[in-house]
């Protein structure tokens, strides 16, 4: 055995996995603030050149940009507060690292993970190709020197 990562998964948890899955993972919705900012400025010009056509296009961009706008920060309050809520709640996820794959839970099978991103502070394994992300953060990993090791193998 490489290491081991010890976490539990807190409202702080999951803020910085979602932070993480924006940058690294989800890369279309990063530019959601992008898209409403352009949606408000066409609308504003639309409003200003006037006339039937480019002032009807001009409130409904104005709306969709606005509520573009409104659904961003509410998203990841919906995402973090369904995550806290959902499922059986864990005091401690314990993962294991070999050198040849990745230990889960009691049993401690080890899998190959697919693939391994890593972030700034952590990184998302999948065990499946399609199965979902785990985020381990890189300060549950011990012991530390590890957490630079465990890159290097698992990329």
């Known amino acids: 055995m490489i290491d081991e990562a010890h976490f539990s998964k807190s409202k702080r948890y999951y803020e910085e996995e979602y932070s993480q899955w924006l940058k690294h993972i989800d890369r279309w919705r990063k ?4 898209w409403a900012g352009f949606l408000l400025a066409a609308g504003a010009v639309s409003c200003v050149i006037g006339g039937v056509y480019p002032l009807s296009f001009g409130v409904v961009a ?4 606005a509520g573009a706008f409104i659904a961003i920060p509410a998203q990841k309050k919906r995402w973090i507060t369904h995550r806290m809520k959902s499922g059986k709640r864990v005091a401690e ?11 889960f839970g009691a049993g401690d099978e080890k899998k190959w993970p697919e693939p391994v991103f890593k972030t700034e502070t952590g990184m998302f394994v999948r065990m499946e190709s399609y199965g979902p992300f785990i985020y381990i953060p890189a300060d549950a ?6 957490a630079g090791m465990l890159g290097e193998i698992y990329t």
């Open 141 to 146: 990993i011990q012991p530390a020197q590890a």
């Open 62 to 65: 104005l709306i969709y940009g």
């Open 31 to 34: 530019f959601a603030p992008l």
């Open 93 to 103: 996820i314990k993962v294991r690292f070999y050198q040849d794959g990745i230990g």
